[in-house]
Structure formats: C-alpha cells, structure tokens
C-alpha cells in the first residue's frame, strides 16, 4: 500500500508557465516531506523540502505547499524552463529521519519549448 | 568533491546466482542507504548502514545483506537472485544525522535473466 502517491504519472507543460506536481500521503506521522528530481541514467537530486510545522517553503523557482488536513503537498516550477524536464519524486520521513525514506513513484515531467 | 560512485553501472546475472553491488560514499559522509527502484514500486528503502553497523532496514528478504566499511564505502549482496530482483539498485549517503539531506549516486542496473 502505497503511503505516498502520486497520482500524475505525467504532466507536459508549456516553458515559461507554473508547473504543479502534486503528492498525496496517508500517514499523519509524517513529519519531513522533500522533492527530488531524476534524469535519465542519475541518481535522485535533492531539490526543496518542507517540515511539518510549515506551510510553504520557497527557493528561487521553486515552492513547495503543504496541506496538513488535507495530507496533500504540492511543489511549484515557476517559470517552468526545459532543463526541469525530469522525474520529480516525493518523498516522506517519519520522526524526521531522512535517512529512511518513503517515496512516490514519480511524476514526468515534460517542459516544451 | 566527487559525489556518490557505485559500481558497476550494470550487471547481467541468470536466476540462483549471487551478485554483490559496491558504492562509495562522499567524503566525509558516514551514513550509506541502499534503495531498489522498480517501475511499479518505485523506490523502496533497503537499509542503512553508519559506522559500520545497520542502523535501519526496510521489508526484504534476507536474501538482501549489506556490509559497511571502516572507510564508509558499502556493498550489497543479493543472493539466489529472482527474476523480480531486476531493478535498479541506488546508494546515497549523508553526514548522518536525521535531518540530513540525501546524495544519491548513479544506480546499479542489475537484470536477472
């Protein structure tokens, strides 16, 4: 049973517009949430986390929402740009351990010229 | 600073036989995860392995072991290979404390035939 979803496999996008890629999780322990991105042939890249005791977490282009009672998270590509054309996933930890982590399966992204 | 190096980058293995996956971790960092990413499970945590000890483990079989080193560098053992081993195999390492962020070498694809 998947505890954290997401539940886009893909999503295409027009460069220069927001992209939003959403993340759904099941377990009200949850404490940490991050956002890693993958190209082809790479390894994960850490790219922005979230503590539970936020709602918002910014870093130049991207921001990343958390909705507590909804268990939902979302991270916002603003402006999207062809380099973030790449697997994002979201990963979730309990008690703040990141060494073990809980992951989505990933959502495609695709930045058109 | 050279980032997380695993080797090899692929490996051919037939059902029953063994195989053992090696990753170097950055230096400095003393905690190495192992993670298997497949296409319907996504990535699953293995374990995690800092000064030389197993500090966490994920839901496999016994058939996964690991080992750490007295210079951080890990290696994994998968023996009497399954068909549903195919996957790839990914190692990151952090400092070591909870809320580290992760570094996430290359991957190891391994197919079983």
């Known amino acids: 049973d998947q505890q954290v979803k997401q539940n886009s496999p893909s999503l295409s996008v027009q460069e220069g517009r927001i992209s939003i890629l959403n993340c759904d999780y099941t377990n009200s322990m949850f404490d940490y949430f991050l956002w890693y991105k993958k190209y082809p042939a790479e390894g994960p890249t850490f790219l922005i986390s979230i503590s539970s005791i936020k709602d918002k977490n910014e870093d130049g282009r991207f921001t990343v929402f958390l909705n507590k009672s909804a268990k939902h998270l979302s991270l916002h590509i603003v402006p999207s740009q062809p380099g973030d054309s790449a697997v994002y996933f979201c990963?979730?930890?309990?008690?703040?351990?990141?060494?073990?982590?809980?992951w989505g399966l990933g959502t495609s992204l695709a930045v058109n010229p | 600073k050279a980032g997380v190096t695993q080797t090899p980058r692929y490996l051919i293995k037939t059902r029953g036989q063994q195989v053992t996956l090696s990753c170097s971790p950055i230096s400095g960092h003393r905690s190495v995860s192992w993670y298997q990413q497949t296409p319907g499970q996504g990535l699953q945590f293995l374990f995690e392995?800092?000064?030389?000890?197993?500090?966490n483990k994920g839901n496999f079989p016994g058939r996964f072991s690991g080992r750490q080193f007295s210079n951080s560098r890990s290696e994994m053992n998968v023996s009497t290979l399954e068909l549903g081993d195919s996957a790839l195999y990914l190692c990151?390492?952090?400092?070591?404390?909870?809320?580290?962020?992760?570094?996430f070498g290359p991957g190891t694809r391994l197919t079983v035939l």
């Open positions: 990963a979730a930890s309990l008690a703040g351990n990141n060494r073990k982590l809980i």
């Open positions: 392995y800092f000064s030389e000890t197993q500090r």
């Open positions: 990151a390492s952090s400092f070591g404390t909870s809320a580290d962020t992760q570094y």
